[in-house]
């Protein structure tokens, strides 16, 4: 840095908002890239299978795989529509 | 049998032909029987910075569909004895490259050398895809800047599930991070990201750390890979590479800033 540099507004620390950034986005896609291939077929299916019965919104139904120890767990979570 | 070392990183232009390059020229130094493979099907490339685009007569592809044998289309290099450069068709037929064919050739070079350097494209498609998928270890060259660093992270993902390490059980691919361009200056003012924070969002160690230098240029425009060049920093951070890629233990050096005279540091420059 120069004396003249004193004059200039210091631009913020850009790298720990980029390392920030990275540690986020780089989580986020490892989570979804790791889940398996079938997955969203796997989702719609069941959607349908389910649809039969209930009348529920295509978000209602969530799939996921998660890694529990060595293990795998796939969970399924469908939201019943209320009672009205 | 040799060890096949994969040259990746999911984005372009950051340096990975020239670290093949490099690289191929510091083991062939050491004394290791060497082969480097241009895996960029279309845009053949390594050719010009090993300096023998004059001498390509027959390529990958030819090899694959039997135009020629491999020995024929193997490339010495006028430098080293013990070094060769296998080069990229320049066919624009995307199909050209077939798992069998690769894996023919891939089995061959690895019984003949002791390193068989594939030099991948950038992008995940087929070229890319089958650089890193015989690897048994991976460098993962890598610019201390966000988009490169987020599509190392993918690179990095696919090879741990996809490659034939990983479909056929055996012990993982073993990866490596090279940081290239790197600027100490830079990071020291906050403008770039650290060694240690590109290993901790990675996940991987580093190692090798090449300083953003004009030499890097110079060499290529000359077809001398920047190792050759024992003046410069980024020649000799290459050595260091190829050095801990063998497994010594090297300090890693060009990472701190430069210090400045007093009249650079009043007036800048």
Same mark, same amino acid.
């Given at each position: ?17 980029? &390392? ?6 780089? %989580? ?5 890239? $790791?889940?398996? #291939?079938?997955?969203? /077929? ?9 649809? &039969? ?6 978000? %209602? ?5 998660? $890694?529990?120890? #060595?293990?795998?767990? /796939? ?10 | ?269």
């Amino acid at each position: 840095m120069s004396i003249f540099d004193l004059f200039r507004p210091r631009p913020k620390n850009t790298a720990k908002l980029a &390392k920030e950034r990275l540690l986020i986005i780089v %989580a986020q896609e490892r989570g979804a890239h $790791s889940a398996p #291939d079938f997955l969203p /077929l796997l989702k719609r299916e069941l959607l349908e299978v389910i649809r &039969k019965y209930v009348n529920v919104d295509p978000d %209602a139904v969530q799939v996921n795989v998660r $890694s529990d120890g #060595d293990q795998e767990l /796939l969970e399924l979570s469908v939201t019943l529509p209320d009672k009205a | 049998m040799g060890e096949i070392i994969v040259v990746t990183s999911g984005k372009g232009g950051v340096g990975k032909t020239t670290t093949s390059a490099s690289l191929a020229c510091g083991f062939a130094k050491r004394g290791k029987k060497t082969v480097v493979v241009d895996f960029d099907i279309g845009l053949r490339n390594l050719d010009l910075i090993m300096g023998c685009e004059r001498r390509v007569v027959y390529d990958f592809v030819n090899v694959i569909n039997g135009d020629c044998t491999l020995k024929q289309a193997l490339i010495k290099d006028k430098r080293f004895d013990n070094l060769a450069v296998l080069a990229a068709s320049q066919t624009k037929d995307k199909d050209a490259l077939t798992q069998e064919g690769v894996a023919k050739i891939i089995d061959d070079l690895k019984a003949e050398f002791d390193i068989v350097i594939c030099d991948s494209p950038a992008g995940i498609e087929r070229g890319a895809f089958f650089a890193m998928y015989f690897a048994d270890r991976a460098v993962v060259v890598v610019n201390p800047e966000v988009s490169s660093v987020r599509d190392s992270d993918r690179v990095l993902g696919i090879m741990a599930s996809k490659s034939r390490r990983a479909e056929q059980g055996l012990t993982a691919v073993k990866e490596h991070l090279l940081l290239t361009r790197y600027s100490a200056d830079r990071v020291e003012k906050g403008d770039m990201m650290s060694i240690a924070d590109v290993e901790e969002i990675l996940g991987v160690k580093v190692i090798g750390v090449i300083p953003e230098a004009p030499e890097v240029l110079s060499a290529s425009n000359s077809g001398v890979p920047v190792i050759l060049d024992e003046q410069a920093d980024a020649g000799l951070a290459y050595t260091d590479a190829v050095a801990r890629l063998l497994g010594e233990e090297r300090p890693m050096r060009f990472v701190e800033p430069k210090r400045k005279g007093f009249f650079q540091r009043m007036f800048g420059g």
